[in-house]
């Protein structure tokens, strides 16, 4: 049986490798437009565009990883059963339970890799990627302003600058709208633009200008300085606020978070769903795996391009119950534990209604025979007793 489980083995691990790297690149296009715009608008270097890539690489991989084994095993079954390879193991005695033994170690390797790339790895990414992308801002922020255009991708604030020389400023305009209750104009002869890593803001250092503004009281007022320090916030820059969010925490900090939040009397209902899925995900490779096996046998006839549709619907399923459950979840609108094993109970039950109907054919295993034998020749035995 080991030349069997290796033949099984070796079949799936083709189609699992092109379909992790297509499922995987599909999913990096998500993020394309960013990093794109971080190279050209942002001019980071290449080396760092290739650190985003890596970092965001395990939360793909973890959504890869469930598709790819469901694919792997499902068109490698409905090969072997559109090659009559399945009926000549049955007529052999090997039963269908015993051909998902080689299905069942994978899913179980795969289950285990996307478990330690989410309880272990996935947040630190997400967080790593995050710092880089706010590196790279702060670093390459001056290039973002042009000489004579004004500057607007800061919410509030609108710049314009008469000359900028690696980050040295002058002829500074700027319109402060970030307080709509006291907005202000700032004019400055020079200014100096000055990362902060440690505070994620940019300090402007302005020097010899005037603070035009208007009072509660619709009083015009001027301040002149000698130096002024003006801070710009980077989060305003990016789609997510610079404290640690969901995506960036660890299972003890989602729970610390969790006790936080229901010691206020705020609901945790997105908590409770992130830390439900770091196990669900891992737990829906055996699930997705167990199913690729008679959905493969029973689309067999259709050939290899039906078994390839077949597969991409499951996906698509999975995929789309996953997306609901997460949005119901972290919405309060169903229970968290329910919104993340949901899609693996779906999912069970469709494997456990393909797998009846394929067994139903299926020639019966080698236990199956022995124990037919050890009952036959009791009731013989019975029934000599008697006569």
């Given at each position: 049986m080991q030349v069997l489980d290796r033949y099984i083995i070796k079949e799936q691990l083709k189609?699992?490798?092109?379909?992790?790297?297509?499922?995987?690149s599909v999913l990096l296009l998500e993020k394309v437009n960013f990093l794109s715009?971080?190279?050209l608008a942002h001019h980071a270097p290449v080396f760092l565009i290739g650190e985003l890539m890596l970092?965001?690489?395990?939360?793909?991989?973890?959504?890869?990883?469930?598709?790819?084994?469901?694919?792997?095993?499902?068109?490698?079954f409905s090969r072997l059963s559109a090659e009559n390879e399945i009926t000549a193991m049955r007529a052999g005695g090997v039963s269908l339970y015993r051909l998902m033994a080689p299905v069942l170690l994978m899913s179980l390797v795969a289950g285990g890799a996307t478990l330690y790339l989410t309880t272990n790895v996935v947040h630190k990414g997400n967080l790593a990627f995050r710092q880089t992308v706010?590196?790279?801002?702060?670093?390459?922020?001056?290039?973002?302003i042009k000489e004579r255009r004004f500057y607007s991708n800061f919410p509030g604030l609108v710049i314009h600058v008469n000359e900028n020389r690696d980050g040295v400023l002058s002829g500074v305009f700027i319109s402060d709208q970030r307080n709509p209750e006291k907005p202000k104009?700032?004019?400055?002869?020079?200014?100096?633009?000055?990362?902060?890593?440690?505070?994620?803001?940019?300090t402007m250092e302005l020097q010899d200008g005037v603070i035009h503004s208007i009072t509660k009281s619709s009083v015009y007022r001027t301040i002149a300085f000698k130096q002024y320090i003006l801070s710009i916030d980077l989060s305003k820059k990016l789609s997510e606020p610079l404290e640690k969010e969901i995506p960036h925490m660890s299972i003890p900090e989602l729970k610390q978070k969790i006790a936080s939040l229901e010691s206020e009397g705020k609901p945790a209902f997105a908590e409770r769903v992130a830390i439900h899925r770091k196990y669900s995900i891992p737990v829906g490779c055996i699930v997705l795996g167990l199913l690729g096996v008679p959905a493969g046998i029973i689309t067999h006839r259709r050939g290899s391009a039906g078994g390839f549709g077949v597969g991409v619907l499951l996906i698509v399923l999975n995929y789309l119950f996953l997306m609901i459950g997460q949005g119901l979840g972290s919405g309060g609108k169903v229970p968290p534990a329910l919104a993340m094993w949901g899609p693996n109970a779906i999912m069970a039950v469709i494997g456990a209604?393909?797998?009846?109907?394929v067994s139903k054919?299926?020639?019966?295993?080698?236990?199956?025979?022995?124990?037919?034998?050890i009952?036959?020749?009791?009731?013989?035995r019975n029934n000599k007793e008697y006569s």
């Open positions: 189609i699992f490798s092109i379909s992790a790297f297509i499922l995987f715009n971080m190279l970092y965001i690489s395990p939360t793909f991989m973890v959504l890869a990883m469930p598709l790819s084994i469901l694919m792997s095993t499902l068109m490698s706010i590196r790279i801002l702060q670093t390459n922020f001056n290039l973002d104009i700032i004019e400055s002869r020079l200014g100096v633009l000055v990362p902060n890593p440690d505070s994620k803001f940019i209604y393909f797998i009846m109907r054919d299926t020639m019966p295993g080698r236990f199956s025979l022995w124990l037919s034998d009952l036959k020749k009791s009731k013989q």
